[in-house]
Structures are given as C-alpha cells and as structure tokens.
C-alpha cells in the first residue's frame, strides 16, 4: 500500500507542533518550571500563526485542518494556559482558584466553538471575539515579564492584576468586539491592512529590541485598541439610531 502524501501535511505539521507545544506547556506548568511553560504558550502562537500562512502559500486549507487546528488551539490556548493561571498563581485558594482558572478554559472553548459554526470559507478579515491565541500570548507575556522566578512570585501586586487579567481576557473571548485578522502576506492583503502591517512589523522589531520584555504591552495595545473602537462605533451606531427615530417622529 502506498502512503500518500499531501500538500496539506506541511499546515498539519504546524498545527501538531502547536498541539505539542501546547502539552509540554501544562508539563512544564505541573513541574513549576513556569518561565518555560510561558515560553511554549508563545511558540505555539507561533506554530498556530504559521499553519494558516502554510495552508494559504500551498492552497491546502480545508474542513479536516480547520478541525485539526481547534483541537489544538483547545490544548495550547485553553488548556494550557488555564493550567498555568492555576498552578502559577491559583492554587492556594482551593476551590476558588480552580473555578476562575476553569473559567478561562470554559471561555476559551466556547470562543472555539462558535468561531467553528461561524466559519464561512477560510479567509477572515475579523474576528468576533479575542482570538484565543491572543489571550493565550498574553497570559504568558505577562508572567515573562512580571514573574520572578528568583522568588517564586509575581513583583509586587502584578499577581493580583495577572488574575483580573486572566478574567477580562475569558470575557473578551466570548464578547462580539472585532479584532482585525493578520493581513494576507500579498500586496492585496497588505494594502488593505496598512496600519495594521505597520503596526506588526513595529510589534517584531521593539519585540526583538526588548528581549521580549514588550511583548505584553504590545498585546496589551492591540486588545484595548479593539475594545475602544468596539465601543466608540457601538455608541455612534446608538446615537445615529436614536437621531434617526427622531427624524421619522418629525414626519
């Protein structure tokens, strides 16, 4: 019998990195090594973000990686992360502390599965909701720069911050803000995404500048920069409404 191998093998690959990289995080979380379970939450946003590019350079997308990748995603950006809330931070309060972490992974699935029965082709301009690949990236980010693992504790109150953090992310997730999905690697795509375009080549370069110390800022800005344009066209929409009803109670 002949295997038969094909263009969709190379995205696939990504994704089982992504997976893998995923349970060598929750490894490393029960381990308390936590700087390195951070670490590979990254890599796996990494993997994540070169599968989707890898399905679009070799035309290979398709229902079966589309399911491949959540599975995953599930691992890396709900499981794992939500693990490490727990072991990192959550674990001295018991029950408590396993409900607010098992509210992230509950939040992460159901971003997941809605993302899934929403899903229409496989090119996206946005996403409804924080991706949870993002809000994976920036539980960790965090812990890389407000961690000490000299210690064994978060400096000063950030450890109280990192928890309201972990929770405003899960309702993120879940909520309809739009976050602008990363821009096709064409000039199409690129001069549709200008800012956005700028915005991550600016990201890498301060990224590689700071040893990585800026990546949660950075994150931090692009999460607050979606949620104010959310609520800045939510509230003209309302008030367009509104003056719209008074124009037709004039007639």
């Given at each position: 019998?002949?295997?038969?191998?094909?263009?969709?093998?190379?995205?696939?690959?990504?994704?089982?990195?992504?997976?893998?990289?995923?349970?060598?995080?929750?490894i490393n979380s029960s381990e308390g090594n936590f700087?390195?379970?951070?670490?590979?939450?990254?890599?796996?946003?990494?993997?994540?973000?070169?599968?989707?590019?890898?399905?679009?350079?070799?035309?290979?997308?398709?229902?079966?990686?589309?399911?491949?990748d959540s599975l995953s995603d599930l691992i890396s950006f709900?499981?794992?992360?939500?693990?490490?809330?727990y072991q990192i931070k959550l674990n001295v309060f018991h029950e408590i502390g396993i409900l607010i972490s098992a509210f992230y992974l509950v939040m992460a699935a159901l971003r997941l599965a809605r993302f899934n029965v929403q899903l229409i082709g496989f090119d996206k301009s946005h996403f409804t909701g924080l991706p949870s690949p993002l809000g994976a990236m920036t539980v960790a980010s965090f812990i890389l720069s407000f961690y000490d693992n000299s210690i064994n504790q978060f400096v000063g109150s950030s450890g109280f911050y990192f928890v309201l953090l972990s929770i405003l992310l899960g309702l993120l997730m879940v909520s309809k803000v739009k976050y602008e999905a990363f821009p096709k690697l064409t000039r199409e795509g690129i001069r549709k995404n200008i800012l956005l375009?700028?915005?991550?080549i600016f990201s890498v370069?301060?990224?590689?500048?700071?040893?990585?110390?800026a990546i949660i800022f950075l994150?931090?800005?692009f999460i607050l920069f979606g949620l104010i344009r959310s609520i800045v066209k939510s509230t003209q929409k309302l008030?367009?409404?509104?003056?719209?009803?008074?124009?037709?109670?004039?007639?």
């Open positions: 019998m002949k295997l038969r191998v094909t263009k969709s093998v190379i995205p696939n690959l990504f994704t089982i990195m992504n997976m893998f990289c995923g349970f060598l995080s929750v700087y390195y379970a951070s670490v590979l939450i990254i890599l796996a946003g990494i993997f994540d973000a070169l599968d989707g590019l890898a399905a679009r350079i070799t035309k290979s997308a398709s229902e079966f990686g589309v399911e491949l709900g499981i794992a992360p939500a693990f490490l809330i375009t700028v915005f991550l370069i301060v990224s590689l500048l700071s040893k990585g110390k994150l931090l800005f008030f367009h409404d509104e003056l719209s009803s008074e124009e037709i109670n004039n007639v």
